[in-house]
């Protein structure tokens, strides 16, 4: 799945990579690092997938002995969420910031959210959770954890109430002591969903720059952007999204690709290829694009030439690479080396 980022995610990661000093472009590769610094200085032209980031907070992960989640976390600001952080600041009280987080989520990424977000409100807790689809984000998944948690403790006036829990929904890399530490809270784990736990007390805690007329300026300006969202290009990629999920299931069962989507879609194979026009796409386009994606996932993580070929389903590891140097222009090995 390709999840574009907003602006303020790599401006957070680039403020910590330089703060701290750590060089990032002979760890991730130059190809990768250049493409970030073109993000940066031209991000109407150049964008940043969620893959792509994983793999920048994994490299600076290498520099901290604690999860890379919550130095970035300490080091953002409002400004980073754009526009969702701007609603949360001036919102009357945690509970309105907490309704405009959930009203427009969507907003933190550009075409779609990763995970859909759930808040449960019981009579004495509130619970903030999104499913945890995708192994490979759990970097992302655990940032975007530590932010909502730093989001709620900087725009309220006094101390915040600690969370009752927090949820993983992997096993973590690091000892739980330090997410009980940084969290202050008991830490469950709970495969496939992360969760923020607080009671209901904090709902009233009062925002320290309420505004409720900008609040409502920039509610409109929200809702806009939303209404901008159900384009044409944003239904093709949702379209496209839906299409990827179901290739990583059909991989994984060694199932023929286009026959199991339609399958899956219950439609022919036709109508898939018809659906597939409308919406400007091609089948063997996308399969390629997310071979590539997964491919140099793999390669990053160490994986061999053998295993990524049964990965994505090439009949061996010359077929891979021949796929690999047509797209990138690299064999694999020279990938990993540069």
């Known amino acids: 799945m390709s999840v574009k980022l907003i602006i303020g995610y790599l401006h957070l990661l680039n403020r910590v990579v330089q703060h701290e000093h750590i060089s990032l472009s002979e760890r991730v590769g130059v190809e990768l690092w250049q493409h970030f610094q073109n993000c940066l200085s031209k991000p109407t032209e150049h964008e940043l997938n969620a893959e792509q980031y994983v793999l920048l907070l994994r490299a600076t992960q290498d520099y901290f002995t604690r999860p890379v989640a919550f130095v970035l976390a300490e080091y953002a600001t409002l400004q980073d969420f754009g526009l969702m952080g701007y609603l949360a ?91 009980e530490r940084f ?39 929200a809702q806009q952007s939303l209404k901008e969202t159900a384009s044409f290009e944003w239904q093709q990629q949702q379209f496209k999204q839906k299409i990827v999920r179901l290739l990583e299931l059909g991989l994984n069962h060694s199932e023929r690709l286009q026959g199991f989507v339609a399958q899956q879609l219950h439609c022919s194979e036709r109508t898939l290829q018809r659906d597939l026009k409308q919406y400007d796409l091609n089948f063997q386009e996308i399969l390629d694009e997310y071979r590539m994606q997964k491919s140099m996932l793999y390669l990053q993580q160490g994986k061999s030439l053998v295993e990524i070929a049964e990965r994505l389903d090439y009949a061996d590891q010359s077929a891979f690479g021949r796929a690999f140097k047509r797209w990138t222009g690299q064999t694999p090995r020279q990938y990993k080396e540069s």
Do not use: R
């Not at 309420?210 to 300006?221: E, G, I, K």
């Open 183 to 221: 969290y202050g809270c008991q830490i469950v784990i709970k495969a496939g969903q992360y969760a923020i736990c607080f009671p209901t007390k904090i709902l009233t805690a009062k925002s320290i720059a309420a505004d409720q007329q900008l609040n409502q300026v920039l509610s409109s300006q």
């Open 89 to 179: 600041s001036t919102s009357l009280d945690l509970q309105q910031a907490l309704e405009l987080l959930q009203q427009y989520y969507p907003l933190l990424f550009k075409q779609t959210n990763l995970e859909q977000l759930v808040f449960n409100q019981f009579s004495d807790e509130i619970q903030i959770a999104w499913g945890a689809t995708y192994p490979e984000y759990q970097e992302l998944y655990e940032l975007n954890l530590a932010l909502l948690f730093k989001i709620a403790q900087s725009i309220v006036q006094d101390t915040l109430v600690p969370p009752q829990y927090v949820q993983l929904g992997y096993m973590p890399h690091y000892a739980l002591y330090q997410y």
